[in-house]
């Protein structure tokens, strides 16, 4: 009977690329800040699209990515395909299952890191906590680096338990995301936003359809008691599916997260174009957020 | 009762002392914890505070026992099987009867406790997961007692081969909703009775059926079971004026064996054995064994034993028995494992079907399959210690439910049910249909989330 998952990196390699974070986190910093920086300073909110690698095969979703990137988002999501997937929605499911059912794992993640880093956006890892803890953490942190990827998202990782990720993403400088809930407590939110490195991920309850108003107020709100207690930049997904709903979220936080939009247009079939016209659209949304009032 | 010819009983540790694991968040040495959605932390927090404040409420201990005594029938009895014994190589046998409480199996004795938690905390629905459907039996039972509505979630696999389970359910007032996602079994039930809490957190509450899941549910489940070795040890004790030799259980996500083994933990010369399913045996890879088979990794919400391949997606199980056919188990066994206190060995179908015909024609007791697995293992153990050896079996559950697949089993008769193979549910003519507890026109519950419309709350699939 094997233990916990060992890191089988060579040495030589995993030293490099610890290196080589460390000066990234010298010389630049978060590469998600900076992108997210950059996106305020020209005085909108930058937008991220979520796709999951290995929908409807590795090579049109890397191509989806690569669409998505080239319609105007600015970070990508590269989703790591998971067989209980507890926090997504129906739509994710029925594309994830597919990528699980076809075996597709970290090297084809890392492929689609590296081909959104080539097409120019911020790619960032989206992972339920399994598939890294099984890939080896440090072995995760030192290939995403050397793949290009400014880090990840881990919806199912609280930072109580995050112990080996807080320590290899400080060796290796990478962003890591923590989530935020209307439910997290004042002093909850301020320990989740003060591990998180990049931005944090308000998570709002989302409701079913029709509730948007409502729910546009639950993230608002839960954006401005995280701003509250933290500096860094806070990005909110709403179940956003329009240029319209991107320019209101856009008007009260730093990044809009848009997922099952992206994934309902490869499954109905639209393909990497269908992503583009869907990420052009959005582009144009958070770019006319107004201020409210 | 041969009382004074024995050694004198050795002391009787206090039942309500816990064992020191797990630490204040939950963890049995590495394993346990929370991976959880942060949406979900403050139920999580707000269940941890209410428990530990109702575990020492006199009134709710009174309560408790109450409906223990009154309600579930308790104490279950210890019974000698001496001709089922025969066959367990002249060892001596002793069964708790669980399959004797109300509903039929070991569950009821959780679900008591959390649905008097879920009115403490004034939620008034009650969501639950089923494999076998004795979970969502006594969770059913126990929202209609107590006045709470009630969702269970199901996999559709396991609706057909527990359809009897099914129909209970819906007679005692409860909404079964099959699961269509991922194995369509139990682990994907939990899933969906996740994303049902985390859309509807504020009214309700998750009733979990077995000793994993996320901090506190392994430590809560495994205080409302231990009543079993609790009742077991000083039943024993006086009967026998000595401790059993070896306890032994199955062990799914591993309710009923930490149940009966949590009084036991601290007598060192007791051997605690859980026997997982080891379906068409672990070498074929078709089985549901999760220590003997799988490794440690993350998932439902703590760090344990499961079942999982390369890429870190866990592996479907498969087993005769849907009440142990689930690829994690609990992590407290991961660590009694872990530590050398427990042992854990697997039991094969058809071992386990061998001792289930045992039981039925020695003994006149038709036993759970689940069961069945445990007493599989009375047959092994017995024969590696022999005469004089005292085997202590926890019978976890009664075999009603599990009539169609054993009469399938064995060819007798023209009932056949499938085991977890759909092309044989086809053909068997039975299965392929829900059967007649999954009535279409059934009203779903306020707040009920269907399998094609769940949608978690904080959803990160939506927002990602
Ligand atoms: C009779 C019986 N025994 C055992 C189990 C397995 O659960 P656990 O391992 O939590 O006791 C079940 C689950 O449905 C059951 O119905």
Redesign the pocket.
């Known amino acids: 009977m094997s233990g916990a998952p060992e890191d089988d990196g060579g040495v030589s390699i995993a030293a490099s690329a610890s290196e080589r974070g460390a000066e990234r986190s010298r010389s630049r910093g978060s590469a998600l800040a900076a992108v997210i920086g950059k996106a305020r300073a020209d005085g909108r909110a930058a937008l991220i699209a979520y796709l999951p690698v290995g929908y409807p095969d590795v090579d049109t979703s890397i191509a989806a990515m690569v669409a998505a990137v080239e319609g105007g988002a600015d970070v990508v999501e590269v989703g790591v395909p998971y067989s209980d997937p507890g926090m997504d929605g129906p739509v994710i499911q029925e594309a994830v299952d597919v990528a699980v059912r076809a075996g597709v794992g970290m090297p084809d993640v890392l492929r689609a890191v590296e081909a959104v880093a080539a097409a120019g956006a911020v790619p960032v890892v989206m992972s339920y906590w399994n598939p890294i803890e099984r890939y080896g953490v440090d072995r995760f942190a030192d290939d995403l680096v050397a793949a290009g990827g400014a880090g990840a998202i881990t919806p199912d990782l609280i930072p109580d338990e995050a112990a080996a990720w807080l320590a290899a993403t400080e060796r290796t400088g990478l962003d890591r995301v923590f989530l935020v809930a209307p439910s997290s407590t004042d002093a909850r939110l301020a320990a989740t936003a003060a591990a998180s490195r990049g931005f944090v991920y308000a998570a709002s309850t989302m409701g079913v359809t029709g509730t948007r108003a409502t729910v546009s107020d639950a993230a608002e709100r839960l954006v401005a008691r995280t701003r509250s207690v933290s500096g860094t930049a806070v990005c909110v997904g709403l179940g956003v599916s329009s240029g319209d709903q991107a320019a209101e979220v856009a008007a009260f936080a730093d990044g809009v997260i848009v997922g099952s939009a992206y994934v309902r247009a490869l499954l109905a079939g639209e393909g990497p174009d269908g992503v583009r016209v869907l990420s052009e659209e959005l582009a144009a949304g958070v770019r006319r957020a107004r201020v409210r009032t | 009762m041969t009382l004074s010819a024995h050694a004198p009983a050795p002391d009787v540790p206090d039942a309500t002392a816990r064992p020191e694991w797990p630490d204040a968040t939950g963890h049995f040495g590495v394993y346990g914890g929370r991976f959880v959605p942060e949406a979900l932390v403050a139920a999580l927090d707000e269940l941890t505070e209410a428990y530990e404040a109702m575990r020492v409420d006199p009134e709710f201990v009174a309560e408790f026992a109450r409906l223990q005594r009154d309600y579930t029938g308790r104490p279950s009895p210890v019974t000698e099987v001496a001709r089922f014994a025969e066959h367990c190589g002249g060892a001596r046998v002793l069964l708790k009867r669980e399959d004797l409480n109300h509903t039929g199996?070991?569950?009821i004795n959780n679900v008591l406790g959390q649905a008097l938690l879920t009115k403490r905390i004034g939620k008034t629905r009650v969501i639950a997961e089923t494999?076998?459907g004795?979970?969502g039996v006594a969770t059913a039972t126990a929202a209609a007692l107590m006045g709470l509505s009630c969702t269970v979630y199901m996999g559709e696999e396991d609706t057909r081969r527990q359809a009897l389970n099914v129909a209970r359910m819906r007679l005692l007032g409860a909404e079964v909703i099959p699961v269509t996602t991922g194995s369509r079994t139990l682990k994907d039930a939990i899933n969906e009775a996740f994303r049902d809490w985390v859309t509807n957190v504020e009214t309700t509450n998750y009733v979990f059926?077995?000793?994993a899941g996320p901090h506190p549910f392994p430590a809560m489940v495994r205080d409302f079971q231990r009543v079993i070795g609790d009742e077991a040890r000083e039943q024993v004790l006086e009967r026998e004026g000595r401790l059993p030799d070896v306890v032994l259980a199955?062990?799914?996500?591993?309710?009923?064996?930490i149940g009966i083994f949590t009084a036991f933990v601290p007598d060192a010369g007791v051997r605690l054995v859980g026997l997982e399913a080891g379906g068409d045996g672990v070498d074929t890879g078709r089985h549901a064994a999760t220590i003997t088979g799988g490794d440690p990794g993350v998932l439902h919400g703590a760090r344990s034993y499961l079942l999982q391949d390369d890429n870190g997606q866990t592996i479907e199980s498969h087993s005769i028995s849907a009440?142990?056919d689930y690829p994690g188990v609990g992590p407290e066994h991961a660590f009694l494992h872990d530590i050398g206190r427990a042992e854990y060995r697997p039991v094969t179908d058809a071992e386990a079907m061998e001792a289930f015909a045992l039981l039925c024609r020695t003994e006149g007791i038709i036993p759970?399959i689940?069961?069945a697995h445990a007493l599989a293992g009375a047959m092994v153990v017995g024969r590696e210690l022999g005469p004089d050896s005292l085997l202590l079996v926890n019978l976890?559950?009664r075999g009603d439910k599990d009539v169609e697949t054993a009469s399938a089993w064995f060819g007798l008769g023209e009932h056949t049910a499938p085991t977890d193979d759909d092309e044989r549910a086809v053909e068997a003519g039975r299965g392929a249909e829900p059967g007649p507890g999954l009535d279409e026109d059934q009203q779903p519950t306020e707040g009920a989330v269907t399998n094609d419309e769940a949608v978690a709350g904080p959803d990160a699939g939506e927002q990602a």
Do not use: P
């Open positions: 199996s070991h569950k494999g076998a004795q979970h059926g077995t000793v199955c062990v799914g996500g591993g309710s009923n064996a009440g142990l759970a689940e069961s976890s559950g």
